[in-house]
């Protein structure tokens, strides 16, 4: 699934092509595309016809578009296989085209393309959260740590009263939003932490080196256009990203630690993977697995 990164370079790649554009017509292919809208298809089609789109926003995993002159927003949530692409109104359709969005200029248009159709669309009201003016779904999301608004003191008293695993922490988005699978393990490579640390028993020194280990990979993997394992994820473009050839610990299971070069290790978590060093990231005594 995207994480942060992910979302933010669609994100940025979605600036240039949307910002101020007109709606003309929305065209839902595929209902489950906009299975949260209370009245399907014909309601988005019907609230996005005619909205003009301001800049696109995002926080952790999420990204809208805002209505010009309106309270309400253009949501997506991209799932395991969700892509948003820009595209000249003649080419040929993608083979898992679910939602095409034509502008009034005539110009490029927009495409959500979802093979898995895990990921959504969703024209929604905006509400006052915590954090800001946000679409009503995003309200209980946490702030991300690249956000100017993310309290890293907030975030280590949290830490501690969950009394869980830090891995399992890091992707609770209510905590700390926009860490996945991938990034969590990468973050805890660099804070030299086991996944299955208790979060109760993380002193602050440590909580700040996942912080850093958490934005340090993010700002990475922005730089490198995100990771890409498969053609699932790519940019507004259609391009893949190639952070996946700088990872340190995710998906090298057997590999040299790049620190002391013993073997990466794999563990099952939560049906998935779990990737860590045995020598820097030993398992903790006491662990919440």
Known sequence: MPELPEVEVVRAGLERWTTGRTVASARVLH?????????GPDEFAGRLAGATLAAPQRRGKYLWLPVDGRDEAVLAHLGMSGQLLVADPGREPEKHLRVRVAFADGGQELRFVDQRTFGHLLVTDLVDGPLGRVPEPVAHIAADPLEDAFDEDAFHRALRRRRTGVKRALLDQSLISGVGNIYADEALWRAKLHWARPTETLTRPEVARIVDGVRAVMAAAL????????????????????????????????EPCRRCGAPIRRDVFMNRSSYSCPVCQPMPRRARL
Not at 31 to 39: F, K, N
Not at 235 to 247: K, Q, T
């Open 223 to 254: 730089a490198a256009g995100g990771t890409s394992f498969d053609s699932l994820y790519v940019n507004v473009n259609g391009e893949s990203g190639y952070f996946d050839r700088s990872l340190d610990a995710y998906g090298r299971r057997d």
């Open 31 to 39: 209902p489950r595309a906009v299975r949260r809208q209370p009245g």
